[in-house]
C-alpha cells in the first residue's frame, strides 16, 4: 500500500479547487474565501491556503490531493503544499490573455520542485476557448527542455478527465502505477 501527494497549481480559476473536488473520494476541504478586486471579475471565491481530497485506490493506497491557491500573494503556500509532494499537475484556463505563457510561469515557479517530481498538464476551459490548441504549448514545453510532460485538454469538472492527469503524471514516475 502507497500513500502519495500530488499537488495543483495554475492560474486563478484554471479549476484546482474544481479538479480536487471532482477526484476526491471524500467531502474536500476548500479554504474559499471572497474574491478582492481583479480576481472578481473572473469568479467570486478564491483559494486563499488549500484545498484537499483524498482518492481511494483498490488496494488500499491513498492519494491525497492538495489544491493550491492560483493568486500570487499566495505563493508562500506553494512551497508548503508541495512538501512531501510526489508530483504536480498543473492546470492552465486557456480561456485567459495568454495561457501558453501562464504555463511558463507556474512551470518556473514550480521548478525545483518539478525538477525531483514530476509535471502533467491539464488545459481546461478549451469548450470556451479553443485557441491556442494544444500544439503552442507543446512547442513551449520543448523550449523548456520538457517535451516528455504529459499534457491533455480537461474539464476540471470531470472525474475522468483529472483520474487521467493523474495516472499520466502517476506514470512518468512510475510506469507501473495505476491511479
Ligand atoms: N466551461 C468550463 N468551465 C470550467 C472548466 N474547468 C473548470 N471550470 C469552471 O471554472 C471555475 C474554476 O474555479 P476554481 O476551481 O475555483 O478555480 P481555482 O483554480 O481553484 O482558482 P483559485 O483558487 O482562485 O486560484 C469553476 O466555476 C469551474 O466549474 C472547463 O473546462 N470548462
Ligand atoms: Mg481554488
New binding site residues.
Given amino acids: 500500500m502507497s500513500h502519495y501527494k500530488i499537488i495543483f497549481g495554475?492560474?486563478?480559476?484554471?479549476?484546482?479547487?474544481?479538479?480536487v473536488a471532482a477526484a476526491s473520494d471524500i467531502p474536500p476541504v476548500r479554504t474559499?474565501a471572497a474574491?478582492s478586486d481583479e480576481?472578481r471579475s473572473i469568479?467570486p471565491?478564491?483559494?486563499v491556503a488549500m484545498?484537499y481530497g483524498l482518492m481511494k485506490l483498490a488496494d488500499g493506497s491513498t492519494i491525497h490531493l492538495y489544491?493550491t491557491?492560483?493568486?500570487d500573494r499566495f505563493d508562500f503556500m506553494w512551497e508548503i503544499l508541495t512538501m512531501g509532494g510526489i508530483a504536480l499537475i498543473l492546470?492552465v484556463d486557456n480561456s485567459r490573455a495568454d495561457p501558453v505563457k501562464d504555463m511558463r510561469f507556474y512551470l518556473q515557479a514550480f521548478k525545483d520542485f518539478i525538477s525531483r517530481t514530476a509535471v502533467a498538464i491539464g488545459v481546461?476551459?478549451?469548450?470556451?476557448a479553443p485557441l491556442p490548441e494544444l500544439s503552442a504549448y507543446a512547442q513551449a514545453l520543448e523550449e523548456e527542455g520538457m517535451s516528455c510532460a504529459p499534457i491533455f485538454t480537461?474539464?476540471?469538472?470531470n472525474k475522468r478527465d483529472i483520474c487521467l492527469l493523474i495516472e499520466a503524471v502517476l506514470s512518468v514516475i512510475d510506469p507501473l502505477a495505476r491511479a
Avoid: E, S
Avoid at 124 to 128: L, R
Avoid at 154 to 157: E, I, N, Y
Fill in positions: 495554475g492560474p486563478v480559476g484554471a479549476g484546482k479547487t474544481t479538479a474559499d474574491a480576481v469568479k471565491l478564491t483559494t484545498d489544491g491557491p492560483g493568486q492546470l481546461t476551459h478549451t469548450d470556451a480537461v474539464d476540471a469538472r
